[in-house]
């Protein structure tokens, strides 16, 4: 059974920012794309960023230039950085693990992420 274990989410003031992480298997993260999305209250989820086993990035146009993707292959784990974080940012995140090769996607539980003075 794959497994994506997240962390870092919380309450942040507006401007503020967090960073999530998502550790998952070897098998898993060397091959398919990782990704963070979100669901706000009442809307559908989205595409936040998703990065690619080579690198390749893209991202939200409601977020670029605030978040950034990375990975870690060492640790087998992708980070999602939020900078400047805004009250609309107010979501449940989720890590997401993509085959490259089948329409199998692998969610995490989501972690929740308040932006409130």
């Known amino acids: 059974q794959v497994q994506l274990a997240e962390s870092g989410g919380g309450l942040v003031q507006p401007g503020g920012s967090l960073r999530l992480s998502c550790a998952t298997s070897?098998?898993?993260?060397?091959?398919?794309?990782m990704g963070w999305y979100r669901q706000a209250p009442g809307k559908q989820r989205e595409l936040v960023a998703r990065?690619?086993?080579?690198?390749?990035?893209n991202y939200a146009d409601s977020i670029k230039g605030r978040f950034t993707i990375s990975r870690d292959n060492a640790k087998n784990t992708v980070y999602l950085q939020m900078n400047n974080l805004k009250p609309e940012d107010t979501a449940v995140y989720y890590c997401?693990?993509?085959?490259?090769?089948?329409?199998?996607?692998?969610w995490g539980q989501g972690t929740q992420v308040t932006v409130s003075s």
């Open positions: 997401s693990a993509g085959s490259p090769f089948a329409a199998t996607t692998y």
């Open positions: 070897r098998s898993i993260f060397s091959i398919y794309v």
């Open positions: 990065i690619t086993s080579g690198g390749s990035t």
